[in-house]
T-cell receptor
Framework: QKEVEQNSGPLSVPEGAIASLNCTYSDRVSQSFFWYRQYSGKSPELIMSIYSNGDKEDGRFTAQLNKASQYVSLLIRDSQPSDSATYLCAVNMNRDDKIIFGKGTRLHILP | DVKVTQSSRYLVKRTGEKVFLECVQDMDHENMFWYRQDPGLGLRLIYFSYDVKMKEKGDIPEGYSVSREKKERFSLILESASTNQTSMYLC???????????FGPGTRLTVT
């Protein structure tokens, strides 16, 4: 059973601090990794994609991938109340177009 | 910008009714997906399609069918709606070789 695991949270982080979200996946041959943000009642929105080991930065967001340890993480710097949402980790495992989603981590930024 | 639209944001149907959920994309993408999302269960793939008139079962196809007569439109059909099909339904398309998926706004379906 191919799986993507995330801590469900909620993760509470003070405003201005760094929020760290983690995800592990089961299939070592996975190729593509994604982070989605989902506000309550809305659909998921793609915020980061990462394909190779290391860090990828986009504004306040940094995705980190470690294929040897089979984990991917998302760092949010200078957290804002508007970052409060559920963050979904997703992994493409099969070289086809299907991706498997984790169940998400709820992030709460404390003003 | 990728644009994926879904026919309704909210829908209320009665048990036993036939329900059509439509998804339309405007970028000539081949790959389209239908998911449902439920609290505690996450996103689950129902059906997907790689081209016109092609369809593949996802993880939970039971009770659903799909239709793709034109490239831009992918319909999800509930042949006889049941209360356990009350859910948020999400359509997605994927782009090129990198498999990034983009979602429509979703349809919250309630079956009473």
């Amino acid at each position: 059973q191919k799986e993507v695991e995330q801590n469900s949270g909620p993760l509470s982080v003070p405003e201005g601090a760094i929020a760290s979200l983690n995800c592990t996946y089961s299939d070592r041959v996975s190729q593509s990794f994604f982070w989605y943000r989902q506000y309550s009642g809305k659909s998921p929105e793609l915020i980061m994609s990462i394909y190779s080991n290391g860090d990828k930065e986009d504004g306040r967001f940094t995705a980190q991938l470690n294929k040897a340890s089979q984990y991917v993480s998302l760092l949010i710097r200078d957290s804002q109340p508007s970052d409060s949402a559920t963050y979904l980790c997703a992994v493409n495992m099969n070289r086809d177009d299907k991706i498997i989603f984790g169940k998400g981590t709820r992030l709460h930024i404390l003003p | 910008d990728v644009k994926v639209t879904q026919s309704s944001r909210y829908l209320v149907k009665r048990t036993g009714e036939k329900v059509f959920l439509e998804c339309v994309q405007d970028m000539d993408h081949e790959n389209m997906f239908w998911y449902r999302q439920d609290p505690g269960l996450g996103l689950r793939l129902i059906y997907f399609s790689y081209d016109v008139k092609m369809k593949e079962k996802g993880d939970i196809p039971e009770g659903y069918s799909v239709s793709r007569e034109k490239k831009e439109r992918f319909s999800l059909i509930l042949e006889s709606a049941s209360t356990n099909q009350t859910s948020m339904y999400l359509c997605a398309i994927s782009l090129g070789d990198v498999n990034e998926q983009y979602f429509g706004p979703g349809t919250r379906l309630t079956v009473t």
